[in-house]
């Protein structure tokens, strides 16, 4: 009974572990399939505004992901490399979203007092592709 008692919350800490790791995990691939969806919009000659910030949003919350207003969406103009010294315009999108484990959090928040103790983590993730021409 005492060697359970002292093994039984060290592996329940470790089992909680491995689940909060495996959803980060799943964050991190939503973003970066998210950011990928949106590099496609951003790389269209002929895009309405607004367009890459909403397709963005819109397969975060089809991942199962809360796209309110905490998550960021930048687009920015960058040089692509084409190899041999050629270089080509193209866009990189970096989404940036606000992970907060559901248990790991609130036992920290339990066990060290501070103020960034149980804040969300940030993720970042970006894509870049060649801009398309219109010929």
């Not at 359970?4 to 689940?19: D, K, Q, R, Y």
């Not at 890459?52 to 920015?76: A, E, H, I, K």
């Not at 084409?82 to 193209?90: C, E, F, K, N």
């Not at 790991?104 to 398309?132: D, H």
Request: charged letters at 10%; aromatic letters at 6%; hydrophobic letters at 45%.
């Amino acid at each position: 009974m005492i060697e359970a008692a002292m093994t039984l919350p060290l592996l329940l800490f470790v089992c909680i572990g491995i689940i909060e790791f495996g959803r980060l995990y799943q964050t991190w691939q939503v973003m970066t399939n998210a950011a990928r969806e949106g590099a496609r919009v951003a790389v269209l000659p002929t895009q309405p505004n607004g367009s890459v910030d909403s397709r963005v949003r819109q397969y975060l919350q089809m991942g199962g992901l809360n796209s309110d207003s905490t998550v960021g969406v930048d687009t920015t103009a960058v040089p692509v490399s084409l190899g041999a010294g050629a270089t080509a315009s193209g866009s990189r999108v970096t989404v940036t979203y606000p992970f907060t484990c559901v248990v790991l959090q609130p036992i920290a928040q339990l066990v060290v007092s501070g103020s960034t103790v149980g804040a969300p983590i940030t993720i970042s993730t970006s894509a870049t592709m060649r801009n398309e021409t219109q010929f």
